[in-house]
């Protein structure tokens, strides 16, 4: 300590230690005489240390599991600590907070959520058991005065921009972070120590517009992975399974995309489709069907077509599962107003009976017909 207590009183604040023993004996009097001292885990990290790491440092370094992840998010809500999260749109919110209702109901562990959202719309308003929407910021600002309990604070990035978060959330979670840009990350991350970064660049961008200097217009995971296909070990964690890739088209996605690094789940070839061998699509993998089409930039009425024969020829003639109607598959237009830009572009239109739904092969988007 006598090297150690000149710095701190020349005004240094960022320690790290790698052991976790030796930090509370050495740190535990020190913070509570100097409260303004961060106190960084750069060691290896155990699941049963968890506890004692977030009662004493206010950094932690050495995530490198999911198991690890989710014993930290646990305990930190166990600990009365502020978690908040935020994605492109409500609906990538909405998924991530069912996640954690699941979770807590089969952990048995209780919590106070706060999404912000408007009863009018809704898309923007979630009911759980625990997470509830409220339309006021004055709930917020009061929930964000309570130390006795823990809470989860949700709303997409303009809400979580609002002042009276400045430096109050203990972890900062965004999903889809792909689609969100360097500069979102900059406006909202000084609400919180700790920042956790969730998404695959390599899938969705973000929907930007214009054109922005230097690296300023790159996603949130475009700048920190450098150009990098997958994130390296000692700087995050890779999910490395896929649930929904057949082994055939995950073959040509995992060496071309993510570095060989991406492996099949074994349930996933266990899902077979039967071609009739008078299609031109026979077996499953990746096919190349050349187009007879030019000067198309952003839309193609030949490829439209081409794809809703091959899927009339799939699938456009079978039943339902109860035996009673037959799907139909046409090509309608429709305003796709969640999209950025928006578009009126052909949508694949599946007419299934009691249910329709529109797929948008532009952008992506799958939504439920409601006529």
Not at 63 to 75: S, T, V, Y
Not at 348 to 356: A, N, P, R, T
Request: aromatic share 10%; glycine share 6%; proline share 2%.
């Amino acid at each position: 300590m006598n090297h150690i207590s000149p710095l701190i009183n020349h005004g240094h604040i960022h320690f790290g230690e790698n052991k976790i023993q030796e930090a509370l004996t050495k740190w535990t009097n020190i913070k509570q005489d100097f409260s303004q001292i961060k106190l960084h885990m750069i060691g290896k990290l155990q699941s049963n240390k968890v506890k004692f790491v977030l009662s004493l440092f206010d950094y932690i370094h050495s995530l490198d599991n999911l198991k690890l992840a989710e014993k930290i998010a646990k305990e930190e809500l166990k600990q009365n600590k502020k978690i908040a999260i935020t994605g492109l749109s409500h609906k990538v919110i909405h998924n991530l907070l069912q996640r954690i209702e699941d979770m807590a109901s089969e952990k048995q562990f209780e919590f106070e959520g706060y999404k912000k959202g408007t009863f009018e719309d809704e898309d923007t308003v979630f009911d759980g058991k625990y997470i509830k929407t409220y339309e006021k910021d004055p709930v917020f600002m009061d929930a964000l005065k309570e130390l006795d309990k823990g809470q989860i604070f949700a709303g997409t990035k303009y809400h979580l921009a609002s002042s009276f978060y400045d430096e109050k959330i203990d972890y900062l979670f965004i999903d889809e972070t792909g689609q969100l840009s360097l500069a979102d990350l900059i406006s909202i991350g000084n609400i919180a120590k700790n920042i956790i970064l969730i998404g695959d660049q390599n899938q969705l961008g973000q929907p930007i517009q214009g054109t922005h200097p230097n690296e300023s217009g790159q996603s949130i995971l475009d700048y920190l992975l450098e150009g990098k296909d997958t994130i390296p070990e000692d700087r995050g964690i890779f999910l490395n399974k896929t649930y929904r890739l057949n082994s055939k088209l995950n073959e040509f996605i995992s060496s071309n995309f993510y570095e060989e690094r991406l492996i099949c789940d074994e349930r996933t070839d266990k899902r077979i489709i039967k071609f009739n061998k008078k299609l031109k699509i026979k077996d499953s993998g990746i096919h190349y069907i050349e187009m007879n089409h030019k000067n198309n930039v952003q839309t193609s009425i030949e490829e439209f077509e081409v794809i809703r024969d091959l899927m009339k020829e799939m699938i456009g003639l079978e039943l339902d599962d109860e035996g009673k109607k037959r799907i139909e598959i046409s090509f309608k237009k429709f305003n796709c107003l969640g999209a950025s830009p928006p578009h009126d572009h052909p949508h694949i239109y599946l007419d299934m009976g009691e249910k329709e739904d529109i797929i948008c092969p532009y952008c992506g988007t799958n939504f439920e017909y409601k006529a």
